[in-house]
């Protein structure tokens, strides 16, 4: 070392840091690279995507390169300035000590740490350049690489662990995307992070969630008179009706209102078999189908209404595949009695709500921002008969979670009417669509 000068030996000692400073920064970088991100730059022609795409399906063999490199590279520094010391102080146990804690000091902090956090930080715009030096390294080296994973493939067949298995396996499951989704706010339009936030809780909800209950279906009667029938017709609010016969769960099917309205205009005595003959087959839905499984099967049968039945056939209410898209996307139609009551649920000045008892809890937490349970009764109504066990009476009040909620009104045997108060002493909350 006597032949070599002084500052050639700091040169070779900065060089050897910046190449170990290299192989650290690249191997985070490449580890906290964003694979999907890299696969679409891929898709759009970038090479050094595609090259770190190609290193990181060769994960055993990258980190193999950089910890041989790195290693190599650290033990070289070492005992560079273990010479420098020796040359410069003499073979002092002392000096030799404190110039190897030095460069223990100078490789933790200039070639590890400060490297690898840059590297996590900015994982993509390192990677994609870094990657392009780092695939022809792997091809020089490769007899060495394939060395050393000899005794390294030998201890892991040893231990049971198969190489590689859970990173090649990077399929998201809906809860993760569900995550990316939530955490892609500021990348995403609030209104499109909507729709594919509901995309997702449509395998979790069922189609009663979403139906139009047996109470508020307008249907179409042919057991009373023809004069009634045409007068309902004339004033009906739906281009669809569920058709029965007497009692609602003797359904006969489904009457096209256009076609209706056109028998009207034709001359001649109208009888209920001219209506009976533009009915149409009735299509039955389980009660307890979720929402997805129910979209499609829509699209299979190209169906758009579906009557919701359950174990022992008894109607529970009707879903079409307009109510479907709404939950998706938010409503759109506002021409309908229940969607012109819909739009009144909100707080008042005085912070109370007024709402009907067949109102749905669903609606009732997205509007209010409350958080009402969803996994039992799916309305107002059922929620409270829980609760209380028995068919109360009006003015009784009972705290629900947060909110206090009062009987207006009961008839019938059912909860018409109830009154919210807006929880005070907690922060809104609000349920997931």
Same mark, same amino acid.
């Given at each position: 070392?006597?032949? +070599?000068?002084?500052?050639?030996?700091?040169?070779?000692?900065?060089?050897?840091?910046?190449?170990?400073?290299?192989?650290?920064? %690249?191997? #985070?970088?490449?580890?906290?690279?964003?694979?999907? =991100?890299?696969?679409?730059?891929?898709?759009?022609?970038?090479?050094?995507? %595609?090259?770190?795409?190609? !290193?990181?399906? =060769? #994960?055993?063999?990258?980190?193999?390169?950089?910890?041989?490199?790195?290693?190599?590279?650290?033990?070289?520094?070492?005992?560079?300035?273990?010479?420098?010391?020796?040359?410069?102080?003499?073979?002092?146990?002392?000096?030799?000590?404190?110039?190897? /804690? /030095?460069?223990?000091?100078?490789?933790?902090?200039?070639?590890?740490?400060?490297?690898?956090?840059?590297?996590?930080?900015?994982?993509?715009?390192?990677?994609?350049?870094?990657?392009?030096?780092?695939?022809?390294?792997?091809?020089?080296?490769?007899?060495?690489?394939?060395?050393?994973?000899?005794?390294?493939?030998?201890?892991?067949?040893?231990?049971?662990?198969?190489?590689?298995?859970?990173?090649?396996?990077?399929?998201?499951?809906?809860?993760?995307?569900?995550?990316?989704?939530?955490?892609?706010?500021?990348?995403?339009?609030?209104?499109?992070?909507?729709?594919?936030?509901?995309?997702?809780?449509?395998?979790?909800?069922?189609?009663?969630? +979403?139906?139009?209950?047996?109470?508020?279906?307008?249907? !179409?009667?042919?057991?009373?008179?023809?004069?009634?029938?045409?007068?309902? !017709?004339?004033?009906?609010?739906?281009?669809?009706?569920?058709?029965?016969?007497?009692?609602?769960?003797?359904?006969?099917?489904?009457?096209?209102? =256009?076609?209706?309205?056109? !028998?009207?205009?034709?001359?001649?005595?109208?009888?209920?078999?001219?209506?009976?003959?533009?009915?149409?087959?009735?299509?039955?839905?389980?009660?307890?189908?979720?929402?997805?499984?129910?979209?499609?099967?829509?699209?299979?049968?190209?169906?758009?209404?579906?009557?919701?039945?359950?174990?022992?056939?008894? +109607?529970?209410?009707?879903?079409?595949?307009?109510?479907?898209?709404?939950?998706?996307?938010?409503?759109?139609?506002?021409?309908?009695?229940?969607?012109?009551?819909?739009?009144?649920?909100?707080?008042?000045?005085?912070?109370?709500? &007024?709402?009907?008892?067949?109102?749905?809890?669903?609606?009732?937490?997205?509007?209010?921002?409350?958080?009402?349970?969803?996994?039992?009764?799916?309305?107002?109504?059922?929620?409270?008969?829980?609760? &209380?066990?028995?068919?109360?009476?009006?003015?009784?009040?009972?705290?629900?979670?947060?909110?206090?909620?009062?009987?207006?009104?009961?008839?019938?045997?059912?909860?018409?009417?109830?009154?919210?108060?807006?929880? =005070?002493?907690?922060?809104?909350?609000?349920?997931?669509?």
């Amino acid at each position: 070392m006597d032949a +070599v000068p002084l500052w050639a030996q700091l040169i070779a000692l900065a060089l050897l840091i910046l190449l170990s400073a290299f192989f650290a920064m %690249t191997e #985070t970088a490449l580890m906290a690279a964003n694979r999907h =991100r890299l696969r679409h730059l891929s898709k759009r022609g970038s090479k050094s995507a %595609t090259t770190t795409l190609w !290193l990181l399906d =060769r #994960t055993d063999r990258v980190l193999s390169l950089v910890l041989i490199a790195n290693t190599l590279i650290n033990a070289l520094a070492t005992a560079l300035v273990t010479a420098v010391a020796i040359t410069a102080f003499g073979n002092n146990q002392r000096v030799i000590t404190i110039a190897t /804690a /030095a460069v223990a000091f100078l490789l933790i902090v200039f070639a590890e740490i400060t490297p690898k956090v840059i590297g996590a930080t900015y994982p993509e715009r390192i990677a994609l350049p870094c990657s392009m030096l780092l695939k022809p390294l792997m091809r020089i080296s490769g007899p060495a690489i394939w060395f050393v994973n000899l005794f390294v493939n030998g201890l892991l067949k040893t231990l049971r662990i198969k190489a590689g298995s859970s990173a090649r396996d990077h399929r998201l499951s809906p809860e993760e995307l569900r995550s990316m989704v939530l955490e892609g706010g500021n990348f995403i339009p609030k209104k499109h992070q909507s729709i594919l936030l509901n995309l997702f809780d449509l395998e979790r909800i069922s189609v009663e969630d +979403v139906m139009i209950p047996r109470s508020q279906i307008e249907s !179409l009667n042919l057991s009373v008179p023809v004069e009634e029938i045409k007068s309902q !017709l004339t004033t009906c609010y739906h281009n669809k009706l569920l058709v029965h016969e007497g009692e609602i769960n003797q359904i006969v099917g489904i009457l096209h209102v =256009r076609k209706a309205v056109a !028998l009207l205009n034709e001359e001649g005595e109208l009888t209920v078999d001219h209506f009976r003959a533009l009915l149409t087959a009735p299509y039955f839905i389980p009660e307890d189908t979720d929402v997805f499984t129910q979209l499609q099967y829509f699209q299979e049968n190209h169906e758009r209404l579906g009557i919701i039945v359950d174990e022992y056939g008894e +109607v529970q209410g009707l879903v079409t595949l307009d109510d479907i898209i709404e939950e998706m996307v938010g409503e759109f139609t506002t021409s309908t009695p229940s969607a012109a009551r819909a739009d009144v649920i909100s707080w008042d000045a005085n912070g109370e709500c &007024l709402l009907e008892g067949t109102t749905t809890l669903r609606d009732i937490n997205k509007r209010l921002g409350l958080s009402f349970p969803v996994d039992g009764p799916k309305t107002m109504n059922g929620l409270l008969l829980e609760y &209380l066990q028995a068919i109360p009476e009006n003015n009784v009040s009972l705290k629900i979670g947060d909110c206090i909620v009062e009987i207006v009104q009961v008839l019938n045997q059912s909860i018409k009417v109830v009154k919210l108060k807006r929880p =005070r002493l907690t922060k809104r909350r609000y349920a997931e669509t």
